[in-house]
């Protein structure tokens, strides 16, 4: 059965509580995720969104229980990644004739996975939709995730359906924001718009910025992941101002990998010095090759500079430091510093393909990088302080 969420909307999704790992690998799930639809019956029947395709099934059978699918007016597509849109091609079989509005991107990503040719109505800023008692206005928010990606604001009830856009990867049986651990729900937020959002911050702040200027009540933001925002909604999209305004708290993350740990204790010696330097700095030490990829992500989102280090394996880099690398380029962190230091045998090429490699991912090089050959001894490690403590003046 759904859970009814006000007098018009009742909540449709599936909360998967097994996901551990989102977009293929490439993304890791601790608290599991939701993929939250809609229903509206309010005169009109609006099913906003579906699921991720493993559970179209058990979507259709359980909406059956709530409505005859027949009785469905209309289906809105947010937006039609997999997850929010799997389960069409299942209820699109019972209702074929069904209309669905989604935006014209939203028609031909719809069309490119499913191959159908189903009754779209393509819509854009402003258009509007009768649902009886009230009207849905539909808002165009591309890229946000994905060119197609739009909101749809309920008026009747204040309600801003906002799909991946204030989401988090979190599964609960307990809806609303006030009924969870604000501290997890803002963690499971803040990784999700680092890892998915964060190269759009600039289309975030447009989005918001075009619902911020439609000057509409808002009683509640139903994202498609994760909880509902009915305690003071508009905390989350302040919240998300601050994070795509090329967010940085007082904090430097060293991320390292080590064959023989050298270049681990290269990375604590100079996190000492960082910290002799600025002792109010919080200072993370992450191995990149044991610890997870996304959580490392989220503390360089946190920090305003980083270390990165790594032994020259090879010629080059290890995999874990190259796999992150082409992460960070990939989610353009902004105003952010960084150097490298890395120990090496007999020739130190990764520190330079290291260095070129922050620089590429857009990271302001503020000193030149640290090697140290074979083991460091108590004098290199010494060296290595005196680094840390210029690395944190020059901060
Ligand atoms: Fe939750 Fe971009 O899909």
């Not at 902004?334 to 490699?357: D, N």
């Amino acid at each position: 059965m759904g859970k009814k969420i006000t007098d018009n909307v009742t909540w449709v999704g599936k909360v998967d509580w097994e996901l551990q790992l989102f977009h293929g690998q490439e993304l890791s799930t601790h608290r599991g995720s939701s993929y939250n639809a809609y229903l509206i019956r309010d005169g009109k029947n609006v099913l906003i969104d579906t699921v991720w395709q493993p559970f179209d099934r058990e979507f259709v059978s359980r909406l059956k229980e709530e409505i005859d699918l027949k009785d469905i007016d209309y289906v809105v597509m947010n937006h039609n990644e997999i997850d929010h849109s799997g389960a069409l091609p299942e209820l699109m079989r019972e209702i074929p004739d069904t209309p669905i509005y989604c935006t014209a991107n939203g028609k031909k990503i719809i069309e490119g996975h499913y191959h159908q040719d189903w009754n779209f109505h393509v819509v854009g800023l402003g258009d509007k939709l009768e649902t009886g008692k009230g009207t849905l206005t539909f808002i165009p928010a591309p890229f946000c995730h994905w060119p197609d990606t739009m909101f749809t604001y309920y008026d009747a009830e204040g309600i801003l359906f906002s799909n991946d856009g204030f989401g988090q990867h979190y599964a609960t049986e307990s809806l609303f924001n006030d009924k969870n651990l604000s501290e997890e729900i803002y963690t499971e937020a803040k990784k999700y718009y680092c890892n998915i959002l964060n190269l759009y911050g600039s289309n975030v702040k447009k989005a918001i910025d075009t619902v911020v200027g439609l000057n509409v009540p808002l009683s509640m933001i139903c994202p498609s992941h994760g909880v509902i925002w009915r305690d003071n909604p508009m905390q989350i999209v302040e919240t998300y101002l601050k994070w795509a305004n090329d967010y940085q708290e007082n904090q430097v993350t060293l991320i390292y990998d080590t064959m023989w740990n050298s270049t681990r204790k290269m990375a604590e010696a100079i996190a000492e010095g960082i910290r002799q330097e600025t002792p109010d700095t919080v200072i993370k030490i992450m191995e990149a090759g044991k610890q997870d990829k996304n959580d490392i992500l989220t503390e360089v989102f946190n920090s305003k500079a980083i270390l990165m280090g790594c032994p020259t394996i090879n010629q080059g880099l290890s995999y874990a430091i190259g796999g992150l690398l082409e992460m960070m380029k990939g989610l353009k962190f902004k105003k952010k510093k960084a150097a490298a230091f890395g120990s090496y045998g007999w020739a130190p090429q990764g520190l330079k393909k290291l260095t070129a490699g922050l620089t590429d991912c857009g990271f302001e090089i503020v000193m030149d990088g640290k090697t140290c050959q074979w083991v460091p001894d108590e004098e290199a490690l010494h060296a290595c302080i005196e680094y840390g403590r210029e690395f944190a003046k020059a901060l």
